[in-house]
């Protein structure tokens, strides 16, 4: 099947970004995209400063235009992240959406992104965010995926999970930056997807210099076998990647990890 990842500039206007990445989101679709991705923060800049004034119940607004445009189109629609307004409470939160235009899964982000870099980056979400508590995946007709958000994808146990729970393909809506982007933004991509013989997609909004966080941009989706198989620029675009679950298999037929591992020795299990 086709994957179309958005990776979509991003606005100060909501309006404009919902009305422009659900037209991205057609035109992917008039490509033979059969899944489509939109990035974190799609519909709001990205900084603590601007989650409280961005922030939506769901449903609402944003996730409406998404279930409404994943109906038109007849596909699987990952709604990128947006900032989520539940009782006073305010998360970073991937909503997706089916054919029919119904809510398939609710991912808040479980990791938030608080680190310091002495003389390159300080960011800390959770001064204004709060943390999600479960693992989030979801069904397809053509197979299951696993959902996680930017600092998630740091987490080898979430993906590792999510590969013993029978997903193919890994999606992560993320916003590295000028200083982690060029340095692990693929290197962690290909650990994933070599880890757990999945499919590996991140989705970067486009960068944005005169932004307050620059997005580092190069969404990238990597094959099980740890190769990039595309891989966008910084600037606003559209890619595409036809998933090949045939080769999937044969990689896990050819090096058999996941039957080889010692569970008597070692082991990683969901708790919630």
């Known amino acids: 099947f086709r994957l ?3 990776q979509l ?6 309006s404009d970004n919902l009305q422009r990445a659900c037209g991205l989101v057609r035109e992917a679709s008039a490509k033979g ?3 489509v991705a939109l990035p974190e923060c799609f519909n709001s800049p990205y900084g603590t400063q601007y989650f409280k004034e961005y922030a939506e119940k769901i449903p609402g607004e944003s996730t409406q235009k998404l279930s409404e445009v994943a109906k038109e189109c007849s596909i699987y629609l990952i709604g990128g992240s947006i900032p989520e307004d539940d009782d006073g409470k305010l998360y970073n939160t991937c909503t997706v959406f089916g054919p029919d235009g119904a809510m398939l899964a609710k991912h808040r982000k479980v990791h938030l992104f608080d680190i310091s870099i002495p003389g390159k980056i300080q960011f800390k979400e959770s001064e204004t965010l709060s943390p999600g508590n479960s693992l989030s995946m979801f069904d397809t007709s053509y197979c299951k995926v696993g959902l996680g958000i930017c600092y998630d994808i740091r987490f080898a146990e979430m993906a590792q999970i999510y590969g013993q729970k029978g997903c193919q393909l890994l999606i992560y809506p993320g916003a590295f930056n000028l200083t982690t982007g060029p340095a692990h933004w693929e290197l962690l991509q290909r650990g ?4 757990n013989q999945v499919y590996v997609a991140t989705i970067s909004p486009a960068r944005d210099e005169k932004a307050s966080y620059v997005a580092w ?5 990597v094959d099980p076998w740890g190769e990039v198989v595309a891989k966008a620029g910084a600037e606003e675009t559209v890619i595409y990647t036809d998933i090949d679950l045939k080769k999937l298999a044969e990689i896990r037929q050819q090096i058999p990890i996941l039957s080889q591992k010692r569970c008597d020795l070692y082991g990683v299990e969901m708790k919630n």
């Not at 500039?9 to 909501?14: E, L, Q, Y």
């Open 9 to 14: 500039h991003v606005s100060a206007v909501k």
């Open 33 to 35: 995209a059969k899944v």
């Open 217 to 221: 941009g190069h969404s990238t989706v």
């Open 4 to 6: 179309a990842l958005i």
């Open 192 to 195: 994933r997807a070599v880890d």
